[in-house]
């Protein structure tokens, strides 16, 4: 089982124009995070590259609001895109119309990077071995250098797949109030199943159990309580948005229990979430940028009016 848990998991899940002038130089924000250089690519894309003491030289994309010039003293709600294993800040441009989708939307679209197997945590022995600290980063550098350089408020949600769907959830679960809602698709949510790579990121299931049980989103779902939440995956089967000729997903197929489990984990508590197990659908971007598109009410539901923020 540790094999074929490391085998699936290696195959989960990736615009240019005259740069800006940069925004800055390592300047700090205040949180030991800094930026180097920001870089504008038409309207609403810019690419931040940024130094920071959790994880070191990283990038995120920002799509920015619209009436972000228009309206200098204005704060946005915060939608954070999170990435699959392999992928980076980049992939949701590239593999989906995220600006499409979001480009009526008075939010800033924060996409970070999150290695390439991070699985948006510090990790067992971070202490000892020092960075990268993804969720030292994410949740706590990352935020202060948005709310300081780019406007962003305090509303926030999140959403992702695969590995980025159990970021979203386990982010939520393990700040409880910082996102008013997660959105996970085709997410990794029974760590329990990743064997060895588990290991590499939590450290041995028996010795460091406590730190599993910590990131476990079926172990952490009480703590979803108050959290708007949206949970999709397929069958493996091919669906609607497969070619042809593809093939059975087994990668798909696996993920589809620990969706299973952690759904009949929150009716067991009384936790409402939208859910959609859509059956044939591979783990391939268009489900999950559909899945985008069926979330996003949702998500900006809870983000609230954004004229009042």
Known sequence: MHFVGVAL???LLVSGSAPAPSLGSGIPD?????VVTATRHGERLMTVDVDSPSVGRTTVSLLLPARYEAQPERTWPVLYLLHGATND????LEETDVEGLTEDLDILVVMPDGGDYGFYSDGWDAGAGGRPLWETYHLEELPRLLEGRFRASDVRAVAGPSMGGFGAIAYAARRPGMFRAAASFSGVLDIFSLGR??????GDRDDHLE?????DPVTLAPALDGTA???SWGSGEPGPLDDDEAPFDVVEAWLAAGNERFVDRLAELGLSATIDGYGPGTHTWPYWERALADALPMLMASLGDPATT
């Open 197 to 202: 790579l588990g290991e590499d990121i939590w």
């Open 30 to 34: 205040g949180s030991g995070a800094a």
């Open 229 to 231: 939440l949206y949970v």
């Open 9 to 11: 998991v290696a195959l």
């Open 89 to 92: 800040h980049a992939t949701w």
């Open 211 to 215: 730190e599993w049980l910590a990131h």
